[in-house]
């Protein structure tokens, strides 16, 4: 692959996802009446499920952190990236501080996992948003849950 090569699908993938794929989902799944992001979204930003996928809110989040962080420290990806944490943190957890996997609208559980899935990208996600945002508590958060997850993955 040539250098010239190379440039063009990093031009194409850097735009497609800046001027197209971030648009829609900032422009459509962010839900302000009830917190979080919803993700079953038409082509056409239809609302098609309102259930909520934990794990899909880390990665959002992460994505949202690690391009204030990496490509521009734009105050509309910390805000929203704030506005997924804030969700997370009210809504992801339960009381043995494990994470559900999937919650309504509003927020109450629907499906709780035996595996950490939802954990590691939440993990991610609180690590990126802690650099993004200089929120000690973020960094903590992140820590506790990969010392959660590096638990299940050694414990028999």
């Known amino acids: ?3 010239e090569r ?7 993938y850097r735009d497609g996802l ?8 900032t422009g459509h799944a962010v839900d302000r009446e009830h917190g979080g992001f ?3 979204l038409d082509r056409d930003g239809t609302v098609l499920d309102t259930d909520k996928g934990m794990w899909a809110h880390g990665r ?15 105050a509309e ?3 929203l990236a704030t506005h997924g944490v804030d969700f997370i943190r ?9 994470m559900f996997f999937s919650v309504t609208r509003d927020g109450l559980p629907l499906r709780k996992r035996r595996y950490v899935f939802t954990e590691s990208f939440a993990c ?8 993004a945002s200089g929120e000690s508590r973020a960094a903590d958060e992140a820590r506790g849950l990969w010392n959660l997850f590096r638990k299940y993955m050694t414990t028999p």
């Open 1 to 3: 692959m040539t250098p």
């Open 6 to 12: 190379i440039e063009e699908l990093i031009a194409c």
């Open 18 to 25: 800046r001027g197209d794929t971030l648009p829609f989902w």
């Open 38 to 40: 919803m993700f079953c």
């Open 60 to 74: 959002f989040v992460w994505l949202l952190s690690t391009l204030y962080n990496a490509v521009e420290p734009r």
């Open 77 to 79: 990806w910390l805000e």
């Open 90 to 98: 009210r809504c992801g957890f339960d009381d043995d501080g494990r």
């Open 124 to 131: 991610v996600a609180l690590a990126a948003y802690a650099k």
